[in-house]
């Protein structure tokens, strides 16, 4: 039971896969001795404590290490166990208070699985003795707080980044000149762009998902490709993409980081791209907990959406896999991110999409929005940050068919939220609720349109894809 962890939540500790030596087991019991009580550690062979307001992430289901994902309840607890608070958003609710915010925007490593329950402390008593002592020790007192960071930098940096990623809080601009795919070259020329995603089908019969790739494609710049939505099994997303190819559309290729590993994202981004696939979307992904029975792994992914973009964005501008190893010919490709502005609080929200941004995100495709205005102060942040500039923001919509299924959106998904005016309408709509449902998203292109910072839409039809036509005539958009 920790003292320091918000949940007070009590999660296996993890153990060394091989038999260490005396000496480094003694360590071990120390360590955890002292740490599991206080933080609830669970000796991930990795500590984070310094940049996380020192409350330790290792409690998230997921295992995220970069900040919340979408999931996280507007009374800041976890989707995947409503009984425990979200432990991100405590991180970023105290480093808030402690004026700690800007060391959010680290982005920090995955798991090194050799070192997993292993100690740290020897680690860092090595940097306290390269740093020297009496500086670390005497930094301990109150003083300067800029000179307290340098020193404690010096010892904790070390520790966290190793050398196989060396991650920062810096903007790393796209190395390349020209476009990568279409919807750059669109967002680039400042057209407001229309984004669509088709339904991947749930059997190995491809007929339904090439007429619905037919009937959106005149209409839309890039069509998405989801991985798995809902953590429910469909056609993967890179062979919908390529059926998308063989029909001259835009693909959109969408990586849940629920279902790769490091290695399996490396991969298939060069596979990608032979393909002819050049956007690629970052997500965390669903969990398990929100799929069928029976359910899969609820504890730890490999990557975070943050690792993912770090990890592409390197691949592709510096040429080196994750090993360091070089490669001879880089991938190329326009590198997205999901986001859900309406989740937390704006200043958080916008932090955490700072960090994506930094760590490779050009474009942001959101989850669904009924209320333009909401988006207002979660832009104006990222406004503040000098974010806005950096990364095209296309706006997701969803035209409802139904009371239920607004109802089903507000209540089941995570990160979705509907005003009451919009329920009051679906529900008097009655038998034309869908006609209301299309006139909603109208409205709300037109106050899109005129939003600094939003580039354009991502219209999710939900398996309606016959209605993307008639959206993107009637709102003006069409050839645009
Ligand atoms: S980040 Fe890792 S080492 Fe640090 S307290 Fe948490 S589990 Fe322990
Ligand atoms: S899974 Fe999402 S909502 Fe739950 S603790 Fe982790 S970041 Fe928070």
Redesign the pocket.
């Known amino acids: 039971m920790s003292v320091f962890k918000p949940s007070r939540r009590w999660q296996p500790r993890f153990y060394p896969f091989k038999r260490e030596s005396f000496g480094k087991r003694f360590r071990e019991k120390i360590e955890i001795m002292v740490k599991g009580p206080v933080w609830g550690c669970r000796m991930c062979g990795n500590c984070l404590l310094q940049e996380t307001a020192f409350i330790c992430c290792m409690e998230?289901?997921?295992g995220?290490r970069n900040g919340?994902?979408g999931?996280?309840t507007p009374d800041g607890h976890?989707?995947?166990d409503s009984t425990r608070r979200?432990?991100?958003?405590a991180i970023f609710n105290r480093a808030l208070k402690m004026k700690r915010e800007e060391m959010l925007l680290e982005v920090l490593p995955p798991l090194d699985w050799n070192r997993t329950g292993t100690e740290t402390w020897a680690d860092v008593i090595r940097q306290i003795g390269i740093t020297g002592p009496g500086r670390f020790f005497g930094s301990l007192f109150p003083g300067n707080r800029e000179y307290k960071k340098q020193v404690w930098d010096s010892v904790f940096r070390t520790v966290r980044q190793p050398a196989w990623w060396n991650g920062d809080s810096d903007y790393h601009p796209a190395s390349y000149r020209e476009p990568a795919s279409e919807l750059e070259r669109s967002l680039r020329e400042g057209r407001f762009v229309v984004a669509t995603e088709v339904t991947p089908p749930i059997s190995s019969d491809s007929g339904k998902l090439k007429n619905d790739i037919g009937l959106v494609r005149p209409y839309v710049q890039a069509v998405n490709f989801t991985d798995a939505s809902s953590a429910i099994p469909k056609m993967s997303a890179l062979a919908c993409c390529r059926a998308a190819i063989d029909l001259n559309a835009e693909p959109v290729y969408q990586i849940a980081a629920r279902d790769s590993t490091r290695i399996s994202l490396q991969g298939d981004a060069i596979g990608a791209g032979e393909f002819g696939i050049r956007n690629i979307l970052c997500v965390t992904g669903d969990?398990p907990v929100v799929g069928p029975p029976p359910t899969g792994n609820m504890n730890i992914y490999d990557l975070d959406s943050v690792q993912m973009l770090w990890i592409l964005r390197r691949m592709r501008d510096e040429g080196i896999y994750l090993d360091g190893r070089k490669m001879k010919h880089p991938p190329k490709y326009f590198l997205g991110a999901a986001t859900t502005p309406c989740a937390l609080d704006p200043v958080l929200q916008a932090i955490r999409d700072q960090k994506k941004v930094n760590a490779g995100a050009q474009f942001f495709q959101t989850n669904i929005i009924f209320e333009a205005e909401r988006l207002d102060p979660w832009l104006e942040q990222l406004d503040r940050r000098n974010v806005l500039g950096k990364v095209s923001i296309l706006a997701g919509l969803a035209p409802l068919k139904s009371y239920k299924a607004a109802l089903y959106l507000h209540e089941r998904v995570p990160g979705v939220y509907l005003p009451e005016k919009i329920l009051g309408r679906m529900e008097r709509a009655g038998d034309g609720a869908r006609e209301e449902g299309i006139s909603i998203v109208l409205e709300l292109i037109a106050s899109l349109k005129q939003k600094k910072g939003i580039s354009g839409i991502h219209l999710m039809s939900l398996g309606w894809e016959d209605v993307v036509g008639r959206i993107v005539r009637e709102s003006g958009l069409e050839n645009k």
Do not use: D, M, N, T
Not at 86 to 89: A, I, N, R, T
């Open positions: 998230c289901p997921k995220l919340p994902c999931g996280v976890c989707y995947v979200c432990v991100w958003h969990s």
